[in-house]
Structure formats: structure tokens, C-alpha cells
T-cell receptor, first 111, second 114 residues
Framework: KQEVTQIPAALSVPEGENLVLNCSFT??????LQWFRQDPGKGLTSLLL?????REQTSGRLNASLDKSSGRSTLYIAASQPGDSATYLC??????????FGPGTRLSVLP | SQTIHQWPATLVQPVGSPLSLECTVE??????LYWYRQAAGRGLQLLFY??????ISSEVPQNLSASRPQDRQFILSSKKLLLSDSGFYLC?????????????FGPGTRLLVL
């Protein structure tokens, strides 16, 4: 059964810092991996999707990488801003199964 | 463009009362539809998913049920709410394009059972 973990559970950084969020999954048989952002009391917003054949995807200050063989993905946020404060979740789409979500990393960017 | 609506945004219900949460999707056809629950400080729990009208799969046994009366409408119901049903309910949809399936979420409904 696929399991997804995220480290760290919470992170607090000063504004302007570059940071990395980690996502690990136990079974490499996935179609794709998706990173989401969730603001308090809101739904999830899709940030990036990496297909299993891809190594990375970029959107603005965000860069997500995927190493399927080792079961890892990272979300790199450059020059963090207070507006980046949110919970970040990763989810994998395994073969023949529904999406499996990680517990999330709660990020606080301090001005 | 595709949009997903959920209502109500917030709901306070007494224990034992019925529940009906509605989700509709616009701008896409034949989506896969999902109901998730997110309890405070916990991850997303998949409750139900549907690949077509009238086709519902349940992931966890509970006192909730789901229905899909139309292609882009997904309803979550209960006949008698329990305290443990409190949480944040999220509807989502996805479409498969080749080997790629992307999921999109609605704004959520916060349910408090007293």
C-alpha cells in the first residue's frame, strides 16, 4: 500500500530565504506526483504536477523535482515571501489506486 | 476554464440531524469526482469517489453516503450526524490525459456537529 510522508512537519524561515520541502513515497509505481498549497480554511490549490517520466517542473519561484526510483520529491521555493506561508501537500497517483496524500508541511515565512 | 463549487461554506448541525453537501463542476465533462474529509491537524481522508453517473465507491465505512445524480454533480449525505463527522469536507475532480491525472479542489465546507 502506498504511503506518503513529508518532512519537516513545520518550518519557519525569515523572508528571502530559499527553502526545500521534502516528500517521500514508498512505491515507485506512480503516474504522477502533484504539489498543492492550502491556506487556512481553504481548499487545495494545485502548484505543480510532475509526470513519472519527468525529472522536474518549474513555475515562477517554485521548482519541483522527482526521483521516482528513490521515492522522493522536493519542492524548492526561492526567495520566500510572507505570502508563501501556507501548508504544502504532496500527492501521488499510483497505478490502479486513488491519489495518496502526505500529511503536509506547514510553512511560516516571517517578515 | 474549469471551476468547482461547494456549498454551503460553513454548516453547524446538531447531532442526529441529516446532512447534504453539494458539489458541482463546470467546464469539463465526465470528470472523476471525489469527497475528502480533513480533520483538524490531520491529513486528507478519501471518503468517496465516482467515475460516472450513479457510480460510487466508498473508501471507508461510516454513516455517510454519496450520490452522483448528474455528470458534474456530487452530493455527500448523512441521515444522522455524529460528533465525529465534524471536519472540513473537500470536493475534488480530476481528468486523465494519457498518463497524467491532475486533481483540482473546491473551496471546502466546514462542518461542525454539536
Amino acid at each position: 500500500k502506498q504511503e506518503v510522508t513529508q518532512i519537516p512537519a513545520a518550518l519557519s524561515v525569515p523572508e528571502g530565504e530559499n527553502l526545500v520541502l521534502n516528500c517521500s513515497f514508498t512505491d515507485s509505481a506512480i503516474y504522477n506526483l502533484q504539489w498543492f498549497r492550502q491556506d487556512p480554511g481553504k481548499g487545495l490549490t494545485s502548484l505543480l504536477l510532475i509526470q513519472s517520466s519527468q525529472r522536474e517542473q518549474t513555475s515562477g519561484r517554485l521548482n519541483a523535482s522527482l526521483d521516482k526510483s528513490s521515492g522522493r520529491s522536493t519542492l524548492y521555493i526561492a526567495a520566500s515571501q510572507p505570502g508563501d506561508s501556507a501548508t504544502y501537500l504532496c500527492a501521488v497517483k499510483p497505478y490502479g489506486q486513488n491519489f495518496v496524500f502526505g500529511p503536509g508541511t506547514r510553512l511560516s515565512v516571517l517578515p | 476554464s474549469q471551476t468547482i463549487h461547494q456549498w454551503p461554506a460553513t454548516l453547524v448541525q446538531p447531532v442526529g440531524s441529516p446532512l447534504s453537501l453539494e458539489c458541482t463542476v463546470e467546464g469539463t465533462s465526465n470528470p472523476n469526482l471525489y469527497w475528502y474529509r480533513q480533520a483538524a491537524g490531520r491529513g486528507l481522508q478519501l471518503l468517496f469517489y465516482s467515475v460516472g453517473i450513479g457510480q460510487i465507491s466508498s473508501e471507508v465505512p461510516q454513516n455517510l453516503s454519496a450520490s452522483r445524480p448528474q455528470d458534474r454533480q456530487f452530493i455527500l449525505s448523512s441521515k444522522k450526524l455524529l460528533l465525529s463527522d465534524s471536519g472540513f469536507y473537500l470536493c475534488a475532480w480530476s481528468v486523465t490525459q494519457g498518463a497524467r491525472e491532475t486533481q483540482y479542489f473546491g473551496p471546502g465546507t466546514r462542518l461542525l456537529v454539536l
